[in-house]
């Protein structure tokens, strides 16, 4: 299948993420960028007082500005998103097809139960695939994240898309990609764990539903990818906290990764590296079911119907 293929497969299946969940980023935008000093002798109770404090912004939102304000910042986001999920799907692809050809990373005996298109490797394969291609890609489209981030944020009184876009280049190279240290040390486990996890969930599931229609592979595909996400989102949070501090907040204590990761401990402890996880959790499972299961039914059905989708180069 043609790189082009690959590439407008997972655009669509990061418009349809971005479209659903929307709601979930911006609410783990505000939550996340906020102090929120409190008594680390709190311990666990803080996770109820987190969970009323999302209710509470949601609520002001609504009220402030209607149900539909929910989606604020979701131009940029379908900007970052939509091309990001493209190029890492496409390029994920190309990296582990290429590497599918090399004894040391080829899978020497792929599951036959699964309609799946998409090459199989080994664990290490996998987890040095993901890790690399996520990476690179966040990292050319970080200018994009912090725009998204900034956008959801209400730190920011943007009056459009282009004014939001001239106010972050006129600071520069150290503000269009700032929080990118951070994002890689998202990504690159996040990618890798992932793809090691959806794979093996995959294989599992066919195993036991043994999928060979569409609708029962989308089903498979849709767990595994759910599961994936759990595992993967649990373990990289810390930074997901530290990247959106730094791509929002412009006083000194934010502006490097260590007085970042000291600001957050002293106010909050270690709960403070893990304020939205449930709107992060609740988002990267469903956008992972959605945007997996979308991205390779697609393939599948043009894999099977040669003559009515054309390939694209």
Same mark, same amino acid.
């Given at each position: ?12 299946? &990061? ?12 609410? *783990? ?22 969970? +009323? ?31 990001? $999920? ?30 799946? $298109? ?6 290490? &394969?996998?987890? +040095? ?7 690179? $890609? ?5 200018? +994009? ?50 793809? $090691?996890?959806?794979?093996?969930? *995959? ?41 959106? #501090? ?37 988002? #990267? ?29």
């Amino acid at each position: 299948m043609s790189y082009g293929q690959h590439l407008v497969s997972g655009a669509f299946s &990061g418009f349809t993420s971005v479209i659903c969940l929307q709601p979930f980023d911006l609410l *783990k935008t505000r939550l996340q960028q906020g102090d929120g000093a409190s008594n680390h002798r709190q311990g666990f109770l803080v996770l109820f007082v987190r969970a +009323l404090g999302i209710a509470g912004i949601a609520r002001n939102v609504i009220a402030r500005d209607g149900v539909l304000a929910l989606w604020q910042g979701t131009l940029p986001t379908l900007l970052r998103n939509v091309p990001g $999920v493209a190029l890492y799907m496409s390029t994920l692809h190309e990296a582990r097809s290429a590497m599918a050809k090399t004894a040391y990373f080829a899978k020497s005996s792929p599951s036959a139960l699964s309609l799946s $298109v998409l090459p199989t490797l080994t664990v290490q &394969g996998n987890l +040095l695939a993901g890790a690399v291609t996520r990476t690179v $890609v966040g990292t050319i489209l970080n200018p +994009l994240a912090v725009l998204k981030a900034r956008y959801e944020s209400d730190l920011y009184a943007y009056r459009s898309l282009w004014q939001a876009f001239c106010a972050l280049a006129r600071g520069g190279p150290s503000h269009l990609f700032r929080g990118a240290t951070a994002s890689a040390m998202r990504d690159a486990p996040y990618a890798g764990l992932f793809l $090691v996890s959806y794979e093996q969930l *995959k294989r599992e599931g066919a195993a036991f539903v043994q999928p060979l229609s569409y609708s029962s592979t989308a089903l498979v595909n849709g767990f595994a990818g759910a599961g994936a996400g759990t595992a993967a989102t649990f373990a990289t949070h810390p930074f997901d906290v530290l990247k959106t #501090k730094l791509q929002v907040r412009n006083e000194d204590r934010y502006h490097t990764l260590r007085s970042t990761i000291r600001t957050i401990w002293m106010n909050r402890g270690i709960m403070g590296f893990f304020d939205g996880i449930s709107l992060r959790l609740s988002r #990267k499972v469903l956008s992972s079911a959605i945007g997996w299961a979308t991205y390779e039914a697609i393939l599948v059905f043009i894999h099977n119907q040669p003559r009515l989708v054309p390939s694209i180069t």
